[in-house]
């Protein structure tokens, strides 16, 4: 049987540039973070990233590694919009397919199932048929006669996602309440690789949740990387919950060309064990300055 | 003619607040639904889907706003790990859900126009906004497939546009352009702002001015919408709460008062 444990470089290794990267997860949640800082600090560069889309779409257009982004949305979930696709779109920096969210998974599911579309009433008088002038509508070859949306599958060169726990042959875990649709990113790659909070044996599955969290199969798998706090700062819910600190941190921080560098240096341009221990100690520092400014205003109160 | 009293809480007396008056009114957008699933985006919003569950509406189906159907009706701001929950609703069967028509929603706009498209996308041009918001979401795949109604906190020459800049919801002249599949099973049923209750139940599906809620003027919603409304010669005012509605607001549903932060009076 296969071990298909890899290391996040290897990982990088097998992307090339101007390659179309499908990234799992949703929003600011289960994203596969620490994959996307490895792509942060290689040389990949031309991505067409396919997205229900969060920080790692923010974070890849900082670094100027996005060619073209496919979204639906672009979100930090407790905070609407996340500024760095924000100062892309609005510098024309990158290119744009902007699609209804049911029609990019009607898209992964084409591209899973190699079909070259799927129809859908979604879509339909909006300007998603405007923005994107390639899109089609078909009609329905039996008597209703109805006309709908042919909404292209989206095939990936590459597919990322996160999980909660996975084995060395490439079976993958979601403890979480979604799944998303990581399973269709999977399907519809070529290449797919799978982080996850923790590699365990087959047998540690069953004490881990029940079967219907083992939603990734190896058939849809190709490398495993552990990552422990590999979605760091999104949500991998139950092993831990959004950063919201650091989230606002991020955020302020891309807000000024100073404090984004100093970001960049500090968490940034790290390896990713580097990356996990700098996030510790900025919140072992935020703790303190609470802690002192508690005191500060008991010492206030006091008076 | 008397004066009548200043009307010191802007409640014309009664004591109700403008957030207690958003709150029925949203109710209102879920009178006569069934067993759908109800998702609403907001506090009025959210304040409303719950006491139309809990009185004219009892087979609403509320979400968690994660990945579950809640059994009973939650006050404004629980901890979701203390609901009791009754289904799975991870967002791939959300999907499902929504195209099978089996839903009634209450979304946020940015821009609402006047034959009601909505607008999360973008504001200016496409291709290069002038500011970037979240993007289309499911507006497009909603408003075509089961009722859709919008909530407008801050009703203005801003938000009420003559032409949104990128329609993400579909309004009626763009579904009735994009032919019968658009159009059947496309309903706006009711844009609700903070000075009053609007749908599109004109000969031309344009939008009405349904009713203001008390202490605002109709001159007042003409003069901060940015397109010419339809207004009856009669132009009611927003029902108020009957006092168990209020009671259940209050006390039940929002102790918290979550709902005179979203909109002062």
Known sequence: MADKRITLDELIGELRSGMTIGIGGWGSRRKPMAAVRAILRSDLTDLTVVAYGGPDLGLLCAAGKVERAVYGFVTLDSIPTDPHFKAARQAGAIECTELDEGMFYLGLLAASQRIPFLPTRAGLGSDVMVVNPSLRTVVSPYEDGEELVAVPALRLDAALVHVNRADAKGSGQILGPDPFFDELFLGAADRRFVTTERIVTTDQFAAEGPLQTLCISRLLTDGVVETEGGAHFTACVPDYSRDEAFQKEYVAAAGDPEAWTAFRERFLEVDEPGYQLAVGQATVEREARVAAAKAAAGTQGAR | ?265
């Open chain 2, 1 to 265: 003619m008397s004066t009548p009293p200043p009307d010191l809480d802007g409640s014309g007396g009664s004591g109700v607040t403008r957030a207690e008056y958003c709150a029925i009114a949203c109710a209102e957008v879920f009178r006569g639904d069934g067993e759908v699933m109800a998702s609403a985006f907001g506090t009025a919003p959210a304040l409303g889907v719950r006491l139309a569950r809990l009185t004219f509406a009892p087979d609403l189906v509320l979400t968690d706003g994660d990945a579950a159907l809640v059994a009973g009706v939650p006050a404004l701001g629980v901890d979701p790990a203390t609901l009791l929950l009754e289904s799975h609703m991870p967002y791939r069967r959300v999907f499902d859900t929504v195209w099978s028509g089996r839903r009634n929603l209450i979304m946020m706009a940015s821009q609402i126009d006047r034959t009601g498209n909505q607008n999360i996308s973008a504001i200016g041009e496409w291709a290069r906004p002038k500011v970037q918001l979240i993007g289309v979401r499911g507006a497009p795949g909603n408003t075509v497939n089961h009722s859709t109604s919008y909530w407008v906190p801050n009703h203005s020459t801003r938000s009420f546009v003559e032409q949104v800049d990128v329609v993400s919801g579909v309004g009626y002249a763009r579904a009735e352009a994009a032919g019968p599949s658009a159009t059947r099973f496309h309903q706006i049923r009711r844009v609700v702002s903070n000075l009053g209750v609007f749908d599109f139940e004109t000969p031309d599906h344009v939008m009405r001015l349904r009713s203001v809620h008390p202490g605002v003027t109709v001159t007042e919603v003409t003069e901060a919408t940015g397109f010419e409304l339809v207004v009856p010669e009669e132009v009611p005012e927003t029902r108020p709460p009957t006092p168990e509605e209020l009671e259940l607001l209050r006390t039940v549903l929002d102790p918290r008062g979550l709902r005179e932060r979203e909109i002062r009076s």
